[in-house]
């Protein structure tokens, strides 16, 4: 039982030595003003994280530019334009300046659409400026396997876009209508965002895909580049002279792996990471 108590008690130090000491790092690294780097990356469902980091840095007056590193094929309609909507407002306070990955394309390139300057390399797939419903017809189905579903309701599009029968025409033109709608709110942010007119970016928001050069020709994206010339072009729109250090939000080390015996490993690439931001 006391060698447990012991182990335990050994443990604990080793936490408690590990956390000071990386908090110490990041004191002392994240002197001076600082290039604030938010990645969005995946399918964007939700924005509270994203809103709360971009808050965060509203805040943190050495803080003096954010660069957003956006690889996402795009996702949910409200939660890009939440995102869009605070970065809009950010970048009256401090510029922010986009650096696109992989794909950008969809609510990808709507978040991106606000920023202060965007970067991309010359394959990054990005554009497709346009809105997708897609709704299963299981009729057919259900109706082999011999089931039918009953419904009760209080209107009679109440269960518009049901899987478990077609559309009527009357529901087709109801939910193309919400389309067209949600497809006018991305042009419009687009053109806002990247100063163009409504007509020209309604031309080309046919759903299509661009490459980072042919964005760059359309007025979509302002420079060809990559993450390292965005966070130096953030710097210098943020007034940073020199090499600007780099901060991120960094993952957190469990107890678990600590116990699990991943403290050595992790306490390297916590140190490994502090290096790359000088």
Do not use: W
């Amino acid at each position: 039982m006391k060698k447990v108590c012991l182990i335990i008690a050994v443990l604990f130090i080793v936490v408690l030595i590990f956390s000071a000491t990386v908090a110490l790092l990041s004191s002392e690294i994240q002197m001076g003003e600082k290039v604030a780097l938010v990645r969005i990356e995946g399918p964007i469902v939700d924005s509270k994280e994203i809103l709360e980091e971009l808050k965060r840095y509203e805040r943190d007056s050495s803080v003096k530019a954010i660069v957003l590193r956006v690889d996402s094929p795009g996702g949910a309609v409200a939660p890009s334009q939440e995102i869009y909507e605070q970065i809009k407002k950010l970048k009256q306070k401090k510029p922010v300046v986009v650096s696109m990955g992989s794909v950008a394309a969809s609510g990808g390139y709507y978040v991106s659409a606000a920023a202060t300057k965007i970067f991309a390399s010359p394959g990054t797939v990005t554009g497709s400026i346009g809105v997708i419903m897609e709704i299963p017809n299981l009729k057919g189905l259900l109706e082999k396997l011999g089931i039918k579903t009953e419904v009760i309701k209080s209107g009679k599009h109440k269960d518009l876009a049901s899987v478990f029968r077609g559309i009527g025409e009357e529901e087709r033109k109801i939910l193309q209508e919400v389309l067209r709608d949600v497809h006018e709110q991305f042009i419009r942010a687009v053109a806002e965002g990247r100063g163009l007119p409504y007509e020209r970016v309604k031309e080309i928001a046919d759903g299509r895909i661009f490459t980072g050069r042919q964005a760059k020709e359309l007025g979509l994206i302002d420079q060809l580049g990559n993450l390292q010339d965005a966070i130096t072009e953030a710097a210098r729109l943020g007034g940073i002279k020199g090499e600007p250090k780099v901060i991120q939000k960094k993952e957190r080390v469990s107890i678990l792996d600590l116990l699990m015996g991943e403290v050595h490993s992790r306490y390297v690439d916590e140190l490994t990471n502090f290096l790359r931001i000088h």
